[in-house]
């Protein structure tokens, strides 16, 4: 690659800011892969609320901060083991470079608490996050710590890298900013408001290979529809989340 070549595309992957930056929700994400963002968030509603300046997002690319010629960003495990590890330096340094943007530090990683709705709400009412994709085996240690990253887990299953689960955080967090869903009805009846899973779902045909719509959501009748739908939904996640169930049944209790 010649000289003028390599800059451009330095300057493209280094740091990308969407033409709205500095207004609404402050999305940074520092990753070897930069181009994997906004991804499927340029696109449908989360596409629609970055180009309105709902959200903004700026990407890093972590390579622009390694201290050698070589790029390289990781290094052999102390004390042996499979796989490489991000070394500390590089994402400081990365890390410092976005000290400037507003929100907790996350660190995606199959070590940390499970992400879920609530916690989506949390960051949505935060400025923003800065969410560090970490690839080979992960981070060193001590950087974790030095810079109290906040390890978030999608699930007991290992990704090969952080973008993954930084695109499904975004995902969930931005749909609860004000102003991405016409209505906020639509987010008040959702699975795990109220503890619960949602109800079943009918549209048309009415009838549908014999098959037909529970008569009562379509007999008008809004008090005996809604009493259906929260029955509905207490028998789903019964059936099929235990856990939920225990924490429901707790709360009702209170
Ligand atoms: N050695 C790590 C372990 O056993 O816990 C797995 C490293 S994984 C191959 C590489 C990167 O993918 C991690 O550093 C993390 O950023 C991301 N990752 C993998 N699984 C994840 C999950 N379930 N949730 C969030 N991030 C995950």
Not at 21 to 35: E, N, Q, R, S
Request: glycine letters at 8%; a positive charge; proline letters at 7%.
């Amino acid at each position: 690659m010649n000289k003028h070549i390599q800059s451009q595309t330095k300057q493209q992957y280094s740091s990308s800011f969407c033409e709205k930056d500095k207004t609404g929700w402050h999305a940074t994400v520092l990753t070897l892969f930069p181009t994997m963002f906004p991804g499927p968030l340029g696109l449908s509603l989360a596409g629609k609320a970055l180009n309105s300046g709902i959200w903004n997002l700026k990407t890093l690319d972590i390579r622009n901060f390694a201290p050698n010629k070589s790029r390289s960003v990781d290094d052999y495990p102390f004390g042996g083991g499979s796989g490489m590890v991000m070394r500390p330096d590089v994402v400081d340094t990365a890390l410092e470079a976005v000290a400037d943007r507003p929100g907790p530090r996350l660190y995606p990683s199959p070590r940390g608490a499970i992400f879920d709705q609530s916690w989506a709400k949390i960051l949505a009412k935060e400025p923003g996050a800065v969410i560090f994709c970490g690839r080979y085996e992960g981070l060193d240690e001590r950087v974790i710590k030095a810079r109290k990253l906040k390890e978030v887990s999608i699930g007991d299953f290992v990704l090969s890298g952080g973008e993954p689960a930084a695109l499904i955080i975004m995902d969930a967090l931005i749909r609860l900013l004000p102003g991405v869903l016409r209505t906020t009805t639509a987010l008040t009846e959702e699975s795990f408001e109220n503890g619960l899973l949602e109800y079943p779902l009918y549209t048309h045909p009415r009838n549908w290979n014999g098959i037909i719509v529970p008569e009562i959501l379509t007999s008008g009748d809004h008090a005996k529809v809604k009493a259906w739908k929260r029955l509905e939904a207490e028998s789903i996640t019964r059936k099929r989340r235990p856990d939920l169930w225990k924490q429901y049944m707790k709360n009702k209790d209170k």
